[in-house]
């Protein structure tokens, strides 16, 4: 793969693309900057043979143009704390301060530009923004894996103007290792199991997965959309009318090539969507009218977990119940713990961002898995079998 560790940065500024798009609270402090640290290698490999960093990132989502709210500003101190220089900041992330700031650079240096996203051709993938720029460095590292399947100008249409002096950076190389680990070189059995709201959203990822899983665990809203198909009473719980024949089909799949898919046995049904709700736990394909589906029950957790102890490799995408709600976050926490678990044992377990990242940060079982994902979006596109544009850009 083409990595930093192919080159040596002495005396070149490295346009190093970043996803700092990390949360901040009303003080617009950072409160969880797991994005900015996942990147500091990669920072550090450039600094450490003596070049200089422009730094490229968006944060939120700023359709109305500048606001506090998502400068890149807000970041300076504290990438400055945590790579030990102070970093420089150009209000525009083009024009004159921009392009002096960055030919000002001297070794070690770092420079961070402000929101991309306050460009519209940067979502567009603009090539003349793009163009603009790349001449503010001489050597572009992709490190960007939460934007890597956007064709955004800084992702990928960038690439083109470094036709032979770009590559990844550690935490691309890393996110793409781990992803192929499971998708193109497993240890059997190969377990996904996959959660979270709609079958709609997932409906790719798992057509994808029956070509290389043998065992798949749905959980999570999801589930009652197959259960529903099958023939069960499902009450109110959340339903996707039109993916009932979807559903079949993947069942139907899934018998045809022998991948053994589990659905929960059991489930803890509410009468409201609260944790004031009055619960009770009946089989899943038996929840009475009026009662909704929001955590998987014992039964399921029981049974998820023979799975999950059998498997040598885990893909893990999507929460097993509305785990937001501590009354429904059970079966989330024991399928986090249970996956830390056989991690210990040698199992290989990928956890997929988004949400499932989220439940793995907040019962702090990070440092227990093999790998949690920083890219949502991208890690779903990428076991779907899509080709991601930032990964396809530093290929070609
Ligand atoms: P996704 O973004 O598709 O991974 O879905 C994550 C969301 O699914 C979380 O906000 C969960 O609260 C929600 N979710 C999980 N299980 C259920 C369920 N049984 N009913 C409704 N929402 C659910």
């Not at 422009?54 to 143009?65: A, D, M, Q, W």
């Not at 000002?104 to 603009?132: C, I, M, P, Q, W």
């Not at 102890?309 to 885990?314: A, D, K, P």
Request: hydrophobic share 40%; with cysteine.
């Amino acid at each position: 793969m083409n990595t930093i560790d192919h080159y040596n940065f002495a005396g070149q500024r490295v346009l190093v693309r970043v996803d700092f798009n990390v949360p901040l609270d009303e003080n617009l402090s950072i409160t969880d900057d797991s994005r900015i640290t996942a990147a500091l290698p990669t920072l550090k490999k450039i600094r450490d043979d003596g070049g200089s960093i422009v730094l490229l990132s968006h944060l939120g989502r700023p359709k109305n143009g500048p606001s506090p709210k998502t400068s890149l500003s807000n970041l300076v101190s504290h990438i400055s704390t945590l790579l030990g220089v102070d970093v420089r900041f150009a209000d525009d992330c083009i024009g004159t301060m921009a392009t002096e700031l960055s030919a000002s650079l001297k070794s070690g240096e770092v420079l961070l530009l402000e929101n991309l996203r306050y460009y519209k051709e940067e979502e567009n993938g603009d090539h003349d923004f793009a163009e603009t720029l790349s001449k503010l460095g001489d050597f572009y590292v992709n490190d960007a894996f939460g934007t890597a399947h956007r064709a955004h100008a800084s992702t990928a249409i960038i690439a083109q103007f470094f036709p032979s002096s770009k590559c990844f950076g550690y935490l691309m190389a890393k996110e793409i290792n781990n992803a192929d680990l499971v998708l193109n070189n497993p240890k059997r059995p190969l377990t996904a199991i996959v959660g979270g709201a709609k079958i709609s959203d997932k409906i790719v990822i798992i057509e994808n997965l029956l070509k290389v899983a043998n065992h798949i665990i749905i959980g999570g809203g999801m589930s009652y959309t197959f259960i529903k198909a099958k023939g069960g009473a499902v009450g109110n719980s959340l339903l996707e009318k039109d993916m009932l024949d979807l559903a079949l089909g993947i069942l139907d799949q899934a018998a045809q090539k022998g991948v053994k898919i589990h659905l929960p046995i059991d489930s803890i049904v509410a009468d409201e969507f609260s944790n004031n709700a009055q619960t009770l736990t009946c089989l899943s394909h038996e929840i009475p009218d009026g009662w909704m589906g929001l955590d998987i029950g014992e039964q399921a957790i029981a049974s998820f977990k023979t799975v999950i102890n059998l498997s040598q490799t885990i893909l893990w995408n999507g929460p097993m119940g509305v785990f937001e709600l501590d009354k429904f976050s059970n079966g989330t926490r024991e399928m986090a713990f249970a996956l830390a678990s056989v991690t210990n044992n040698g199992t290989f377990t990928l956890i997929g961002g988004g949400d499932s990242a989220a439940a793995i940060h907040q019962y702090k079982l990070e440092d227990k898995v093999s790998y949690v994902s920083t890219g949502g979006g991208a890690l779903l596109e990428y076991f779907e079998g899509k080709v991601l544009p930032g990964i396809s850009a530093i290929i070609s």
